[in-house]
């Protein structure tokens, strides 16, 4: 086998290996469809962990009475101004 032939050979091969490695349009576009249900129907979906409120006081922290309630968190709280200011028992924060 002549170095042009084995070049040519080797090249084809890469080529059908990466061919082969690639997804097709239609399972590409399988892939999206499920990934854009699961992000409209799924508990765990970040649409649904997302929400933009407008804070109406002070927003509690922690306890079980809390606004929010958090296990293991002391009690904080949320106040909104030019900027959202945490409180908590340390203190003030940004």
Do not use: I
């Amino acid at each position: 086998m002549t170095s042009g032939v084995r070049v040519m050979t080797a090249a084809l091969l890469l080529w059908t290996a990466a061919e082969a490695a690639a997804q097709s349009s239609v399972s590409v576009e399988r892939e999206r469809r499920a990934y854009q249900a699961w992000l409209v129907t799924a508990p765990n979906s970040p649409l649904r962990a997302v929400a933009q409120l407008p804070l109406q006081g002070p927003v509690t922290l922690g306890p079980p009475d809390a606004d929010v309630p958090l296990a293991g968190l002391e009690a904080h709280s949320l106040e909104d101004g030019r900027t959202v200011r945490l409180t908590g028992p340390e203190g003030r924060g940004p």
